[in-house]
Each structure stands twice: as C-alpha cells, then as structure tokens.
C-alpha cells in the first residue's frame, strides 16, 4: 500500500467479519458486486475457518477462477491453497 496499491478485501457480503485471532475485517466488496477480473491480483488468506466457508460458496470459488483464467497473480497464504484445489485451479 506504501507504494500505491489499492486494496480492497471482498468477501461473501459487505461489513464486518470475525478474524481467527479476533480483529475485525470490514469488507467493502463482495463476489457479486466486485468481479475479481477488475484486480490486478487477488491474495487468498490463511485460516481454517474462512477457508472451510469460502469453500462451500460457488460464489467465492468462481471468483478466484476467474483471475486463473485470465492469468492474472493470485497468492494462497497459509491453507488458502487448499480454496484453489477446491476451485480446481492447480
């Protein structure tokens, strides 16, 4: 961000989310709203609990499929490479 990135967090809906280690995210896109084929990259995080939800919502797995189609960078932290093998992303 330091050197101008913009960055946004999407999630399944706007506002508030839970973090594992308990800080607050405030989402201010969500996967219908906000097509992932308008960044540049998007980076899946690490944590169990966000994963295991993200992988249950098409919305979530299209949306990272998208940037693979387009050969655009996408990083997994942590588990969220498991979100790619639910995506079928290799």
Known sequence: MKEGAVVRLVGPRLGLFHAEEGSLLDADAYF?????????????????LAIDNLSQNELALEFIRDPFRHLKPILAIGVGHTLLDKAGIP
Request: charge should be negative.
């Open 32 to 48: 219908s709203n906000s097509p992932s084929i308008l960044f540049d990259a998007i980076v899946i995080p690490d944590g169990q």
